[in-house]
């Protein structure tokens, strides 16, 4: 049998399957933007800015080793900030609506840019809860990092402020994807369900197996193909006859 894995007779089966994929791309991206849009909750992040340094004189002189030891600090300060005993002051401060795993699973932190600038994040459901609990932490950052790393200065740079947009999720983005997996699935499906089909629809088909073709049936137009009628005469078909 002719082989029907070609690139041209695919394109061509691709084209004509058009409605199919099409409808299944609508179909999908509008099923992801409406589950995105309107089942999963959305999360606001609202963030601030600490700067470390290793020196607690407010003049000092700027040199590669403050600089070097200050982003070692970053570190260091992360991981005491999101300690019990800090995490458990935010939460007498903040009335306690959170455990402290919850609270821990909401806060996100990392150097900016790997510099001596610490950036604290916190995500929630409530923008105001998220702002709060930010700048609560913020408040708390100064006292606890000084009593256990002993030395050293933190200033705020930036306090949080109420996110008025959801960072997650993003709607359009998810249709877009959810639109680009309908089409490849579609295409999949309908390429594998091509190469395994095993029916022979034309002449051609048969050339490389050397089976002698009988007789060929022409597709009447109720079936897709153009008649055109003649007085007097047989119908002519339009387009090439089909095997049947």
């Known amino acids: 049998m002719q082989n029907r894995t070609d690139l041209r007779s695919l394109l061509r089966l691709v084209g004509r399957s058009s409605p199919i994929w099409l409808l299944c791309m609508l179909l999908c991206a509008a099923g ?13 992040t609202a963030s601030a800015t600490l700067y470390i340094y290793n020196s607690q ?19 260091t300060c992360s991981v005491v900030l999101q300690s019990d005993r800090t995490l458990e002051q935010v939460l007498r401060r903040t009335g306690g609506k959170r455990s402290l795993e919850e609270l821990r699973g909401m806060l996100h932190m990392e150097a900016v840019d790997h510099t001596e600038i610490l950036r604290i994040s916190v995500s929630s459901g409530d923008p105001e809860e998220a702002a709060t609990l930010c700048n609560t932490l913020l408040d708390c950052a100064p006292t606890e990092l000084l009593r256990v790393l002993q030395g050293g200065s933190v200033k705020v740079i930036d306090t949080a402020a109420v996110p008025e ?11 877009i994807l959810g639109a680009v997996l309908g089409l490849a699935g579609s295409i999949t499906a309908i390429l594998t369900w091509n190469l395994l089909d095993g029916r022979v629809r034309t002449a051609e088909e048969l050339e490389p197996c050397g ?13 897709g193909e153009e008649v055109t009628w003649y007085e007097g005469s047989n119908p002519s078909i339009s387009s ?5």
């Not at 002189?61 to 570190?75: F, W, Y």
């Not at 002698?212 to 079936?223: D, G, N, R, S, T």
């Not at 090439?240 to 049947?244: A, H």
């Open 57 to 75: 004189e407010d003049t000092r002189e700027l040199n590669a080793g403050n600089v070097d030891t200050s982003r070692k600090l970053v570190s």
């Open 165 to 175: 947009h959801p960072d997650s999720p993003n709607a359009v983005v998810n249709a």
């Open 211 to 223: 089976a002698p073709v009988l007789a060929e049936i022409p597709i009447p137009f109720h079936l």
């Open 32 to 44: 992801v933007y409406g589950v995105s849009a309107y089942c999963i909750p959305p999360s606001y």
């Open 240 to 244: 090439n006859p089909r095997l049947c």
